[in-house]
Every structure is written in structure tokens, then in C-alpha cells.
């Protein structure tokens, strides 16, 4: 069943629908959080208060066929809210790394140089690292991207290949790219 027929069930009482369309977008969200927020638990916040605030604003959701957009818009707000008070409280990016290999792990297999590049993604502007995430670590086209951040296509393109251009140092230097 798509996301559409779902939301329309969800608004016709059936809360159930609501469980379906969590199971398909949890893991994703996770991952993505746990990668934004380097914390597992500021993670898992994050997407439970996503999926709560989704639940509470559906029946103001008008985009049937980009549920998936407008969940990770909440999300990237949800995770922005929690990184800019946990900078404000702890002045730092603090990674939490059996988070941000969990999250790796979800589906893929472990890599040597897996732990490395998470490290190194911790390391990038939150802007670069969220682009970078939405583009290759969730799969989302430039468009959706603009949709969730309010980013135009043009920055966001910059900002990946900032993001790229970044990583790609670090890939030569340890002989992984």
C-alpha cells in the first residue's frame, strides 16, 4: 500500500496505517539522525518526536505523494532544534560511536574504513553533512531536498560537493578512494 492510501486510512480512524508508514520510514530516520546528531540518544529523540509531531499534523498534511519529504523535513527541523541546543549546552559536537556504528551497520556490511569515514563525517559543517545525508545516505533527489531544508537545488549541489570535496582528502590519504 502507498503512503497516500495510508495517510487516508490514518484520517479514517485506523491507526494502524500510522504503525505501517513508522516501520517504513524508522530505520531511515534513525540512521539519518544518528548521523546528524553523532548521539544515539539525541537520535532516538529526535525521531520520536518526529513520528509524534507527523501523527498530530497529518490531517494539515496536503501532499499525499511526498509523505516521505515532509517526514524529513520535520526531522531535519527536529534535528537541528536538538544539535543547536546541544551546542548551546555543550559548546561541542559530541559523537557517540556505537550510535554512529549502529547506524552504519543498519543493512551494510562492515568496512574497515567505515568507522573512519563516520568520523570524518562528525567532522563536517552541519549544513554540508546534512545535504551530504539526504543526497547519498538517504537517497533523496535535489528537489525533495530543497523541499525538506527550503535550500535551493544550486546550494544544495554546493554544499554536497563542499561535502565531497572535503572527504575526498581524507579517502586518498588513508588509500580508500
Not at 65 to 81: E, M, Q
Request: glycine share 8%; aromatic share 8%; with cysteine.
Amino acid at each position: 500500500m502507498d503512503d497516500a492510501a495510508l495517510i487516508a486510512r490514518v484520517l479514517g480512524g485506523d491507526r494502524e496505517g500510522f504503525d505501517v508508514l513508522v516501520e517504513r520510514y524508522h530505520e531511515g530516520c534513525r540512521r539519518y539522525a544518528a548521523h546528524m546528531l553523532g548521539n544515539w540518544d539525541d537520535a532516538e529523540d529526535a525521531v520520536q518526536e518526529t513520528f509524534l509531531r507527523a501523527y498530530r499534523s497529518l490531517g494539515r498534511y496536503r501532499e499525499r505523494d511526498r509523505f516521505r519529504a515532509w517526514l524529513y523535513r520535520i526531522l531535519v527541523n527536529r534535528c537541528r532544534t536538538l544539535a543547536s541546543q546541544r551546542a548551546r549546552r555543550d559548546g561541542r559536537f559530541v559523537s557517540d560511536e556505537r550510535a554512529m556504528d549502529e547506524a552504519a551497520a543498519d543493512g551494510e556490511t562492515t568496512s574497515p574504513w567505515l568507522a573512519p569515514l563516520l568520523a570524518a563525517l562528525g567532522r563536517l559543517p552541519a549544513l554540508q553533512r546534512e545535504a551530504l545525508l539526504l543526497k547519498h545516505g538517504e537517497g533523496l533527489d535535489y528537489q525533495e531536498i530543497a523541499e525538506v531544508t527550503g535550500v535551493s537545488v544550486s546550494a544544495l549541489k554546493m554544499r554536497v560537493k563542499r561535502a565531497l570535496d572535503t572527504l575526498r582528502p581524507w579517502m586518498r590519504d588513508t588509500n580508500h578512494g
